[in-house]
């Protein structure tokens, strides 16, 4: 496969997660140098961070049995680009892999939060990713076709929204809720590259991590329709407590609880 973005964003690939201790799962290894500190940098600087990551963080969140690990890589990795914070996107973007996200899946993710969390967000995603991918063997044709056949419309769903917004904001800007109706709804939603559960829980978790609360009701209300159970969604909010700190999460808490007993969870 060629390298996507060689030229422009040469990275390397050494972090390695499980020098954090013994008995830790074999995994890859992987770094951006000079970004990404060794376990001996972390030692260093906060020992009580480098216990907490291997004793609580990756021995015990990612075990818990809320979310499956699958589910867990998903919400990480959008978790991790939504906030461009590309230090430990090599390893888990390895780690979704392993945990069964495919690569059309991880492609698909990424070209869902460049709408969701902007374009250079998604590129800088796409630098690591690119060599990733290299080393993995993955080819362009494990990933999803440009133009695929869309999956089916729910019209009235959609006739509804769209009367919404049209009625609420396109005196405020047109060319958005024309892009919103075709760029997003009528297009990226119905692509069949990710299941409409995992875009949901996608866009969920990037709100959240990004702070975004206003637009977590409607996204979140569209993940339970699409499959995402409460305790599921529960537990991403503990998951992402981790990745994107309490203060998103708590800010979210009470937009999600509104939403549980608005549905009568």
């Given at each position: ?31 951006l140098p000079g970004s990404a500190p060794s376990m001996a940098q972390i030692q260093s600087v906060s ?170 009701p409607f996204h979140l209300n569209k993940a339970m329709t699409n499959g995402l159970s409460k305790d ?34």
């Amino acid at each position: 496969m060629k390298k996507l973005v060689q030229t422009l964003f040469p990275l390397a690939l050494c972090f390695s997660v499980p020098a954090l201790g013994q008995g830790a799962a074999p995994g890859p290894s992987l770094s951006l140098p000079g970004s990404a500190p060794s376990m001996a940098q972390i030692q260093s600087v906060s020992p009580a961070l480098a216990s907490y990551t291997e004793n609580l963080v990756l021995d015990e969140v990612w075990n818990r049995p809320g979310l499956s690990a699958r589910d867990r890589s998903v919400v990480t990795l959008a978790a991790l680009i939504s906030r461009n914070q590309q230090v430990e996107l090599p390893y888990h973007v390895n780690l979704a892999l392993d945990n069964g996200v495919q690569p059309s899946e991880i492609s698909e993710l990424i070209t869902h939060l460049a709408f969701y969390s902007g374009w250079a967000n998604a590129m800088s995603a796409v630098a690591v990713t690119a060599e990733v991918f290299e080393a993995r063997d993955v080819e362009t044709s494990d990933l999803p076709e440009v133009s695929p056949e869309l999956l089916p419309l729910d019209k009235e769903a959609e006739a509804q929204r769209q009367k919404f917004v049209q009625e609420t904001f396109g005196e405020v800007s047109q060319g958005v809720v024309d892009y919103t109706e075709s760029a997003l709804f009528l297009d990226l939603w119905l692509r069949p590259g990710l299941k409409p559960r995992d875009r949901s829980l996608v866009t969920v978790s990037a709100l959240i991590a990004a702070g975004k609360v206003e637009q977590v009701p409607f996204h979140l209300n569209k993940a339970m329709t699409n499959g995402l159970s409460k305790d599921q969604a529960s537990e991403v909010l503990t998951h992402l407590a981790f990745y994107a700190g309490w203060p998103n999460v708590f800010s979210a808490m009470p937009v999600v609880k509104k939403v549980f007993a608005d549905r009568g969870e």
